[in-house]
């Protein structure tokens, strides 16, 4: 990704409007600054309850790095629930009943919030098939 395609990411996402309710993870212009960004969204079912979906657009290491530290905003609490994943991406390794994942998958929920999961909450594995990496 060049680094102006990498600022216009971080710009659209860290607009509330791009939090809220964004058709994807759009840049500026409204189209997808990458074809990971741009190609379908995969189904991913989180399984847990009381899962935190954290995002901050404000923080660049949120983008680059998810974590709880980078990505302290909590946009959504969610259980049980299926959700678009968009690209998964290496992070914070996270340990939760005797298993640990690094790899966090940026979803969009129902109602269009998009923000960083831990895939040890998602059904399917340490990277989630389907799922493409994020392009950054």
Known sequence: MTAAAATTLALALASPAAV???AAVPSATGTA???TMSAAATSVYIWATGVNVRYD???ADCVHYPSRGSCVKIVATVSRT???G???HPGEVIADGGYR???WTLVKLSDGTIGWVNNIYIQGGEKIAGV???GW
Request: charged fraction near 15%; glycine fraction near 10%.
């Open 57 to 59: 657009g404000a923080d």
């Open 86 to 88: 968009i690209c998964q």
């Open 132 to 134: 493409p990496d994020c």
């Open 101 to 103: 994942n690094g790899w």
């Open 20 to 22: 809220a309710a964004p």
């Open 82 to 84: 299926t959700a678009e």
């Open 33 to 35: 600054p990458n074809a």
